[in-house]
Structures are given as structure tokens and as C-alpha cells.
């Protein structure tokens, strides 16, 4: 069942519009899109969204997150991406490059069936927001130029572009965080990202306060990976909007894959990893081979029974 942007779209606006918060968690490929997609805790709760994810896209090729991977390359793995989910799915398009570059990338991800793009305030050359480099930011009016610019390429579709505020991770603190993030708002975006990479919530909560009440008022989502003690439950009822799990089934991936390479190598066969892994029929199973062949199998012998009457 293939996803259409404006159902995308429409679906996290109709969650933000009854006042649910939205719980997003990334992908970097077909089958981490399925599993995102499909994992239900005892109580039914889902992810409601897919973040496509720049640093956990470009580790899964074996890059750096430096915004060097060649656009048609991402496109493809969004694409993969979207055809494995059945949710909205929201990309990270780092700067967005030029403003030539971003209405071309969100002209191809509407087309796609992607529900929103996440661009951020960010000058050249980008750097991870997690690591200590120096982060350059972008003039803030022509940045809020460049996402109106975004958002009028689509019409008349209803991609999400939303602008992600570095301010904080920049250290220049939540006054400068929120002038920057109004004039995004001026600029007609459908939401804001407040980055942080503080160890606890306090830095957005201020953010999201002091945004409010400068009468800032779309929706607004954090990304809680430095601060991790606290819930989805707890940042909503301090009143985000939605929350970003920004890249851990790469880092799950990474840290099982690392385990069961070496276990191999110092064991000398897999005996002593087999219990912890998947088994393969799992895999076939999950990704919809053992049902293809059940399907093949009954058409055929209904074709078999058609030619014999
Ligand atoms: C990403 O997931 O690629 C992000 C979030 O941009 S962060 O890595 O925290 O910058
Ligand atoms: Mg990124």
C-alpha cells in the first residue's frame, strides 16, 4: 500500500489538531522502516511516524553525517524507506543545500508520498549537532526565505516543512532560539525542531515556554537522545507535539552487529551467538517471503485446477 504525501501530511496534522503527541522513530532502510513500522507494545501502543534519519542513513552506507552523500543516492533509500512503512515518514534533509537544491529535494520527496521534510538552520559546512564542533548558523531571514521557498514548490501538496532551530546547540541560548524560530514561523512553516543536546529536558521545556508565549504557535518537537531519562508521556504533557527517537535501531544494529562479528571470530563458528540472533525462516517470515511463496503456491494449483476442468 503505497503512502500518498497529502494523507502523510494530513494524518500527523490530524494527531497535532486532537492534541496527541507523536512519537517518531528513525529509519536508514527498507527493513528498519518495517520494523519501525509494525512494533506494537503489549498495550497496542505504535510509532506514528518514520525519521529519516541523516546520520543513521549515511552510517548505514558507511559515511560520515556530512551531508556528502549524492542526493540521488539518499533519494533512493527514502524511496526504499517509504515503500517499507506504513506511516508517515518525515526526512532529514540536513541544510536543504541552496535554495535551488531544497525545491528540487521536496518536489521529489511529494512525489514520493514523504510527509514532511525537517531543514536546519544550519550555515556550511554542516557538522553533526551531537559532536563538539563550532556551528555555523544560517542568516535566519534568508533561511525562513529559503523554507517559504520550499513550501511553495510543493503546492498545491501539503509536504511538511518544518525548521529546526540549532540555536541552542550553538550556544546562543532560548532569546535567540525563539526570535529565530518566530521569523521561520513569519515564513509559513508547519512546525518547529528545537535541537539540544543538553543532558535534561530543561533547555527545550524553556524553549517551548518563552516560544508560546511569544505567541509562537504551531507545533513544536524535540529530539530527546542526550536527554534520555525522560518520557515521550513527560515532554508531551510539557507540551511538545512530538518526539523524535533519532537513531536507535542504528545504534541497537550497530552494538548486535559488533557482538555477534566478534563472538564468530573468538568462538570460531556462530554456536555461541545463534540464541541471540534471528533465525533466518524470522527474517523471511518479517519481510514477506514465506507469504509470497504461500500466495505463488495457491495461485498456481487454482491454475492447475482451472486447465484440468
Ligand atoms: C539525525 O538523526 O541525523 C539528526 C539528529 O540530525 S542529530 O544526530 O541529533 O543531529
Ligand atoms: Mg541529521
Not at 540549532?166 to 525563539?178: N, Q
Request: aromatic residues 6%.
Amino acid at each position: 500500500m503505497f503512502i500518498r504525501t497529502d494523507d502523510a501530511a494530513r494524518t500527523l496534522k490530524a494527531h497535532w489538531a486532537g492534541g496527541k503527541g507523536v512519537r517518531l522513530m528513525e529509519a536508514h532502510n527498507g527493513l528498519s522502516a518495517m520494523i519501525a513500522s509494525r512494533s506494537r507494545d503489549p498495550a497496542g501502543g505504535a510509532f506514528d511516524g518514520i525519521w529519516v534519519s541523516s546520520l543513521t542513513c549515511t552510517a548505514s552506507v558507511g559515511l560520515p553525517d556530512l551531508e556528502m552523500s549524492i542526493v540521488d543516492d539518499r533519494l533512493k533509500l527514502i524511496q526504499q524507506i517509504v515503500q517499507a512503512s506504513t506511516k508517515p515518514v518525515i526526512v532529514d534533509a540536513d541544510t536543504g543545500g541552496d535554495v535551488s537544491s531544497l525545491r528540487f529535494l521536496c518536489r521529489a520527496l511529494a512525489w514520493m508520498g514523504v510527509a514532511g521534510v525537517i531543514v536546519e538552520e544550519k550555515g556550511l559546512p554542516k557538522r553533526n549537532s551531537l559532536d563538539d564542533s563550532e556551528q555555523a548558523l544560517a542568516d535566519p531571514h534568508e533561511f525562513g526565505e529559503k523554507l517559504s521557498a520550499a513550501k511553495a514548490a510543493v503546492e498545491p501538496h501539503d509536504l511538511l516543512v518544518i525548521a529546526r532551530i540549532e540555536s541552542l546547540i550553538a550556544g546562543l541560548g532560548v532569546r535567540t532560539a525563539v526570535e529565530r524560530a518566530l521569523i521561520y514561523e513569519a515564513a509559513g512553516v508547519d512546525g518547529i525542531l528545537i535541537h539540544s543536546k543538553a543532558k535534561d529536558a530543561k533547555e527545550v521545556t524553556d524553549f517551548l515556554n518563552a516560544f508560546r508565549e511569544a505567541g509562537g504557535t504551531g507545533p513544536v518537537i524535540c529530539i530527546p537522545t542526550t536527554y534520555h531519562t525522560v518520557t515521550g508521556t513527560a515532554l508531551f504533557e510539557a507540551g511538545f507535539d512530538g518526539v523524535i527517537y533519532a537513531n536507535h535501531q542504528l545504534r541497537a544494529a550497530y552494538a548486535a552487529m559488533q557482538k555477534a562479528c566478534l563472538s564468530i571470530l573468538e568462538n570460531d563458528g556462530s554456536f555461541g551467538i545463534e540464541n541471540e540472533i534471528s533465525t533466518t525462516r524470522g527474517v523471511f517470515d518479517f519481510v514477506g517471503y514465506t507469504s509470497e511463496l504461500q500466495t505463488l503456491a495457491l495461485r498456481e494449483s487454482r491454475f492447475r485446477e482451472r486447465i484440468a476442468s
